[in-house]
């Protein structure tokens, strides 16, 4: 199993542009999620799903959208670039077992830095 | 999610038993306790997960008291390579649909 995986690992970006970072798994996970994590910082939850055709909003949604079309796929999309989305994002996969027991898979992020 | 409490940060020696309390004074019945460790420029990596008393694995032990309003990470004879931020989390995947991480416990391991 390939796990998580992330592209691209890095992107530069003007202010206004817009690009989607992809993210996919090969797990058969039904629960997919997007974290921001600033330097020096902890993660933040951007958005969520909890399965195919399911997304939420997580603490900081604003600036970006998310659809999830399949269970493998859960692409993130910056609508407008700002310097303030430089950031590392990381992707996480998870299975969700009744009683509560779950475990994230990470990949390995993808850094962006917009100008 | 219930909220947690843990140290910012903590310096360990190479050789040295480190314990990172992590508080949860609102813990649900149904909540588990996970940790997971970041290594610089990776995403975190699930260490362990336990419900009550003890759990160990080949990485850590996580100790739950009977009331777990805390838990204790504990790692034995640490290296330098675990220098790392670890993360305390507590809920229920089930109900809570949003994973939140905290901002953890920076563990800086000297020689």
């Known amino acids: 199993n390939a796990g998580v995986t992330q592209t691209p690992k890095f992107q530069v970006l003007k202010t206004g542009q817009s690009m989607t970072l992809q993210c996919a798994q090969d797990?058969?996970?039904?629960?997919m999620s997007w974290y921001r994590q600033d330097p020096g910082m902890g993660l933040r939850l951007i958005h969520y799903?909890?399965?195919?055709?399911?997304?939420d909003q997580g603490e900081v949604p604003n600036g970006y959208n998310v659809s999830r079309s399949t269970t493998e796929d859960f692409p993130l999309r910056l609508l407008s670039a700002a310097p303030s989305q430089t950031s590392v994002y990381f992707c996480?996969?998870?299975?969700?077992?009744?009683?509560?027991?779950?475990?994230?898979?990470f990949g390995p992020g993808t850094r962006l830095t917009v100008t | 999610l219930a909220k947690t409490t843990q140290p910012i940060s903590m310096d360990s020696y190479e050789g040295q038993e480190v314990n990172i309390t992590c508080s949860h004074n609102n813990i649900a019945t149904n909540d588990y306790i996970t940790w997971y460790q970041q290594f610089p420029s990776q995403g975190p990596r699930f260490i362990i997960q336990?419900?009550?008393t003890k759990v160990t694995n080949e990485v850590a032990s996580l100790f739950i008291p009977a009331d777990r309003k805390s838990s204790t990470l504990s790692l034995p004879r640490v290296s330098l390579s675990d220098t790392a931020v670890y993360y305390c989390l507590v809920g229920e995947l089930s109900r809570d649909d949003k994973i939140i991480f905290g901002k953890g416990t920076r563990l800086h391991i000297l020689p």
């Open positions: 996480a996969s998870s299975y969700s077992i009744s009683g509560g027991y779950y475990e994230q898979y």
């Open positions: 797990m058969n996970h039904e629960y």
């Open positions: 336990g419900y009550k």
């Open positions: 799903s909890v399965g195919a055709g399911i997304t």
